[in-house]
């Protein structure tokens, strides 16, 4: 094998390790997004669209899980801020 395949191969192994990742962190932020809308269902009945597009564009782990334990306190959906 020629050091330059050799090359190649390293670049295609870490160009693929990058994607899968970047897959994995969509499916995480895709459950989580999930449980939160669910989570806010059972707290104040269907979301509104607005509601639930706010929720499906969250790209913080933290922010999700900040928002899920806000769930179980706050007196409103309007209080949580979601947009």
């Known amino acids: 094998m020629s050091a330059e395949r050799g090359k190649e191969w390293t ?42 597009q706010c929720v499906t564009t969250l790209n913080s782990y933290e922010k999700i899980v900040e928002l899920g334990i806000a769930v179980a306190t706050a007196p409103s959906l309007a209080a949580l801020g979601l947009c």
Do not use: D, H, Y
Request: net charge negative.
């Open 11 to 52: 670049i295609e192994w870490e160009q693929g390790c990058k994607e899968g990742r970047q897959e994995e962190r969509e499916v995480g932020l895709s459950t989580l997004r999930a449980v939160l809308i669910r989570e806010l269902e059972k707290r104040f009945g269907p979301l509104p669209q607005e509601a639930q």
